[in-house]
T-cell receptor, first 113, second 115 residues
Framework: DGGITQSPKYLFRKEGQNVTLSCEQNLNHDAMYWYRQDPGQGLRLIYYSQIVNDFQKGDIAEGYSVSREKKESFPLTVTSAQKNPTAFYLC????????????FGSGTRLTVV | QKEVEQNSGPLSVPEGAIASLNCTYSDRGSQSFFWYRQYSGKSPELIMFIYSNGDKEDGRFTAQLNKASQYVSLLIRDSQPSDSATYLCAVNNNAGGTSYGKLTFGQGTILTVHP
């Protein structure tokens, strides 16, 4: 079955540590996105990529980094510069620049310990 | 002003009633509109999309779009307890420019359907 796989489902980060969230899709979608969700704040865009080897900052990119070396993969690194990383992270993909909406992965819940 | 704003919740309706969820958006160039349902602890799932003014029906769900008023709504008829979730409105300006291809989401409305 086609879909988006995010891993891990739960992730714990120590202060000052970088962590990487994985996102893989087999839908042959060109565009991929990372969103952060905090309680009561909806989804906020971190980074997005419309083609391989190209990506753009979203609304809250500070403290995050991404790469898009393969069409299928769009990993997100939460760096130590992100001071409040505890949140639910959602990866999504789309065809035709989101005209038909996004397909979401199951999410990664990141907690600072 | 928020780009996409949903009616504040939570919204509570009895089983069998009609639930009405509303959303306004600020970008007049917006062309695609989506409703996602998100159960607690889960990721959003697409339940309706609409591109043209008017109504679009799918089973118990009806999406309504009024571009002149920059307003989109979702009606859920014969509400069931299983409809209890957060509903997210999303808007896509896919006419070009810096917003091209990005969905902007509202903050969500929590719906509770009680037996």
């Amino acid at each position: 079955d086609g879909g988006i796989t995010q891993s891990p489902k739960y992730l714990f980060r120590k202060e000052g540590q970088n962590v990487t969230l994985s996102c893989e899709q087999n839908l042959n979608h060109d565009a991929m996105y990372w969103y952060r969700q905090d309680p009561g704040q909806g989804l906020r865009l971190i980074y997005y990529s419309q083609i391989v080897n190209d990506f753009q900052k979203g609304d809250i990119a500070e403290g995050y980094s991404v790469s898009r070396e393969k069409k299928e993969s769009f990993p997100l690194t939460v760096t130590s510069a992100q001071k409040n990383p505890t949140a639910f992270y959602l990866c999504a993909s789309s065809i035709n620049h989101g005209t038909y909406g996004y397909t979401f992965g199951s999410g990664t819940r990141l907690t600072v310990v | 002003q928020k780009e996409v704003e949903q009616n504040s919740g939570p919204l509570s309706v009895p089983e069998g009633a009609i639930a009405s969820l509303n959303c306004t958006y600020s970008d007049r160039g917006s062309q695609s509109f989506f409703w996602y349902r998100q159960y607690s602890g889960k990721s959003p799932e697409l339940i309706m999309f609409i591109y043209s003014n008017g109504d679009k029906e799918d089973g118990r769900f009806t999406a309504q779009l009024n571009k002149a008023s920059q307003y989109v709504s979702l009606l859920i008829r014969d509400s069931q307890p299983s409809d209890s979730a957060t509903y997210l409105c999303a808007v896509n300006n896919n006419a070009g420019g810096t917003s091209y291809g990005k969905l902007t989401f509202g903050q969500g409305t929590i719906l509770t359907v009680h037996p």
